[in-house]
């Protein structure tokens, strides 16, 4: 936005500013959510088996709705600096992906829509692929399932529930989780770096769709 400090600051601040927009939440709720801010995670979740259907419309809601109120947030402390920017794309582009081949006319749009869509599909299934091997394979994984076939072994004298054998172990994996869900903010910043250029980038459609949505019911002035 023109007149901050950060205007035409570059795409790694850019992409750092993702990345820990992306860790920081990882370790702070990881443990207690699952760090469901993303519903591309959450389908790719529950469609591997691994989260309840039940849950999905409730967490895609929530996740839709914090991308509102964080771009709300935005728009609020930057009000100043959104009046003083003219060009509108620079204004849509703080809100939501806008790919830079689309020129107003049809064949730009729709050109710009298929390599949009491309784009992001193909980021936010890096972005699951990675996120799930990181989380479920973290250093200490192998003692959760060593854990787990002792208990079927052990039959009924031990509580054979995933929650149990977690906090059972949760002091030997913790430092391993944390690692996890540190390389994950690595992750997102090597894909807007690599990935973002043609589309911003989203690799969350709740990231995209919640504050495109705020942009169309706010004044074009902001």
Same mark, same amino acid.
Do not use: C
């Given at each position: 936005?023109?007149?901050?400090?950060?205007?035409?600051?570059?795409?790694?601040?850019?992409?750092?500013?993702?990345?820990?927009?992306?860790?920081?939440?990882?370790?702070?709720?990881? /443990?207690?959510?699952? @760090?469901?801010?993303?519903?591309? %995670?959450? !389908?790719?979740? #529950?469609?591997? =088996? *691994?989260?309840?259907?039940?849950?999905?419309?409730?967490?895609?809601?929530?996740?839709?709705?914090?991308?509102?109120?964080?771009?709300?947030?935005?728009?609020?402390?930057?009000?100043?600096?959104?009046?003083?920017?003219?060009?509108?794309?620079?204004?849509?582009?703080?809100?939501?992906?806008?790919?830079?081949?689309?020129?107003?006319?049809?064949?730009?749009?729709?050109?710009?829509?298929? /390599?949009?869509?491309? @784009?992001?599909?193909?980021?936010? %299934?890096? !972005?699951?692929? #990675?996120?799930? =091997? *990181?989380?479920?394979?973290?250093?200490?994984?192998?003692?959760?399932?060593?854990?787990?076939?002792?208990?079927?072994?052990?039959?009924?004298?031990?509580?054979?529930?995933?929650?149990?054998?977690?906090?059972?172990?949760?002091?030997?994996?913790?430092?391993?989780?944390?690692?996890?869900?540190?390389?994950?903010?690595?992750?997102?910043?090597?894909?807007?770096?690599?990935?973002?250029?043609?589309?911003?980038?989203?690799?969350?459609?709740?990231?995209? %769709?919640?504050?495109?949505?705020?942009?169309?019911? *706010?004044?074009?002035?902001?």
């Amino acid at each position: 936005l023109k007149g901050t400090k950060g205007h035409q600051s570059g795409w790694l601040v850019i992409a750092v500013g993702y990345g820990m927009g992306v860790m920081i939440p990882a370790l702070m709720f990881g /443990n207690v959510s699952g @760090n469901h801010i993303n519903p591309a %995670f959450t !389908l790719g979740l #529950a469609v591997s =088996g *691994l989260f309840s259907w039940e849950q999905v419309p409730y967490y895609i809601l929530a996740q839709v709705l914090g991308a509102i109120f964080g771009q709300a947030l935005v728009v609020a402390t930057h009000r100043p600096y959104y009046l003083k920017t003219e060009n509108p794309n620079n204004i849509l582009g703080t809100f939501s992906t806008i790919s830079s081949i689309d020129h107003g006319t049809k064949e730009s749009r729709f050109a710009a829509t298929v /390599n949009g869509f491309l @784009n992001e599909f193909v980021g936010s %299934f890096v !972005l699951f692929f #990675a996120a799930l =091997g *990181l989380t479920k394979n973290f250093f200490g994984a192998e003692v959760l399932q060593y854990m787990k076939q002792m208990a079927t072994q052990a039959g009924q004298t031990v509580d054979l529930s995933e929650l149990a054998v977690k906090a059972q172990v949760a002091p030997h994996t913790a430092a391993g989780i944390s690692v996890a869900h540190l390389a994950l903010g690595f992750l997102v910043m090597a894909l807007v770096t690599s990935l973002g250029g043609p589309t911003g980038p989203g690799l969350n459609p709740a990231r995209d %769709f919640g504050p495109r949505l705020l942009h169309e019911l *706010l004044p074009k002035s902001v």
